[in-house]
């Protein structure tokens, strides 16, 4: 019987023909890394099963599973975990990219410790070749190169919320008791879980994934769907209670849950007319139902002796402890309008 694959890339798709041969080229045109991939369409609509298939039928190291019916990005993860046999886990979008020779300094340094969480460098893609860096890649570039727990690096927890940006150690994911919900941010409770329970994490300050942002996903359109991040966080809050966390772990985790609700919360959709637009990735009619609930999280998750941080996100956090929706919605006004002038100046 043959060895189980060192890594297991889990590739969900749905309508991302457009994108999928690039995604399949980046991961299989690699060498340097035992691999097995498994994709799972999930009844897409267009042409993506058949590129699937057609792909399939060429190169043995790629599993095609077809859903009957469309359900979600987390169940056909959940669906590609189940049958996958790596030792490792790699949660790769089927819209997205694994950059040249990442897969074999992955490996490397998985080789060497075996740690828990594999913390990765990406970049964001946009239309035009144009990308910027990941937000935290100072912080990976500080490590940890030897295996380290949340206690020890509690500002980890700031890192993207993605199992893409993290490779995962199989028997240790399967056992963190916590699953892919239905919707979007559906892997927040997974990142977190995984970082909260980890006994080994390290990083890999390399670029390893290119992620696309695009007007048609998900995560980019205007939505009911994004009031998910609030059902998330609170199964975080959930798992965090069952730990015996430090101070210093349950105020990282706080924070970071009140800085992603207010990052949803303010961000304009894809294709919206500029900073001085109206739409938001929470539509108008939620946005009041989503400060109210952004407060009653920040009330009752509130770490003892908690000090606010300075700046503008000092000032957020001020009004959302306060339940001041009408002040919080000029000011994020205000911060969209001062972001987008220094970034004209910028350019």
Not at 57 to 69: T, Y
Not at 295 to 312: E, K, M, T
Request: proline fraction near 6%.
């Amino acid at each position: 019987m043959a060895e189980p694959p060192l890594i297991s890339v889990i590739i969900p798709v749905f309508d991302v023909a457009g994108y999928l041969p690039e995604c399949l080229d980046s991961v299989l045109g690699q060498a340097g890394a035992e691999i097995e991939v498994i994709a799972v369409n999930d009844a897409s609509k267009d042409a993506s099963g058949q590129i699937l298939d057609d792909r399939a039928a060429a190169d043995p190291r790629l599993r095609v599973v077809h859903l009957d019916s469309n359900q979600g990005q987390g169940i056909a993860r959940t669906k590609g975990l189940e049958l996958a046999s790596g030792e490792y886990v790699w949660f790769v979008d089927g819209d997205d990219q694994v950059t040249d020779s990442a897969l074999a300094a992955i490996a490397g340094r998985l080789a060497q410790s075996r740690p828990d969480v594999l913390l990765i460098d990406w970049v964001t893609s946009y239309t035009g070749d144009r990308t910027t860096p990941s937000p935290g890649a100072s912080l990976l570039a500080q490590g940890p190169t030897a295996g380290c727990t949340l206690a020890d690096r509690p500002r980890l927890i700031d890192l993207t919320m993605t199992v893409w940006s993290k490779l995962l150690r199989r028997e240790f994911l399967t056992g963190l008791g916590t699953g892919f919900g239905a919707g979007i941010h559906e892997d927040v409770p997974i990142t977190c879980g995984a970082l909260l329970a980890a006994e080994s994490i390290e990083a890999l300050p390399w670029v390893c994934y290119h992620y696309r942002q695009r007007p048609g996903s998900a995560m980019a359109r205007s939505g009911r769907g994004h009031l998910a991040v609030l059902d998330s966080y609170r199964e975080v809050f959930g798992l965090l209670d069952q730990t015996a966390a430090s101070d210093a772990v349950r105020t990282a985790v706080f924070e970071r849950a009140i800085w992603h609700y207010t990052t949803v919360l303010d961000t304009r959709a894809a294709g919206n007319p500029g900073p001085g637009g109206r739409t938001g990735l929470v539509p108008a009619r939620q946005r009041w139902k989503f400060f109210r609930r952004m407060h009653a999280d920040f009330a009752a998750r509130r770490p003892p002796g908690y000090s606010f941080p300075p700046g503008p996100r000092g000032m957020k956090f001020r009004l959302v402890a306060a339940g001041f929706y009408p002040a919080y919605a000029v000011l994020a006004r205000l911060n969209r309008l001062r972001v987008a002038a220094a970034a004209r100046d910028r350019t």
